[in-house]
């Protein structure tokens, strides 16, 4: 079993900087994808960044440029650092981790950015 706990969001002003961490614990194996999604209210839930399977990294094209997605294999962790924070990245964010059998979740991380 894996649990995921993500940490670091809050509040911050349009133009500004957060950095989010997600811990995994339990069966957890370097090659397994990692990543972040984020869902708005009355929206899906979507891509934000991943450490996809085979070490590449994608992002989606609304935060290409601002936000940074990395990977600690020894630790468990993959921390998303986002600059130039927007009203839009208003959202709760979810760390996911996918085992190549089933996608974990997160409990998600609150962030608003005010205008």
């Known amino acids: 079993q894996v649990q995921l706990v993500e940490s670091g969001g809050g509040s911050v002003q349009a133009g500004g900087s957060l950095r989010l961490s997600c811990a995994a614990s339990?069966?957890?194996?370097?090659?397994?994808?990692m990543g972040w999604y984020r869902q708005a209210p009355g929206k899906q839930r979507e891509l934000v960044a991943a450490s996809e399977l085979g070490g590449s990294i994608k992002y989606s094209d609304s935060v290409k440029g601002r936000f940074t997605i990395s990977r600690d294999n020894a630790k468990n962790t993959v921390d998303l650092q986002m600059n130039s924070l927007k009203p839009e990245d208003t959202a709760v964010y979810y760390c996911?981790?996918?085992?190549?059998?089933?996608?974990?979740w997160g409990q998600g991380t609150q962030v608003t950015v005010s205008s």
């Open positions: 996911t981790l996918n085992d190549l059998s089933k996608n974990y």
């Open positions: 339990g069966s957890i194996r370097s090659i397994y994808p």
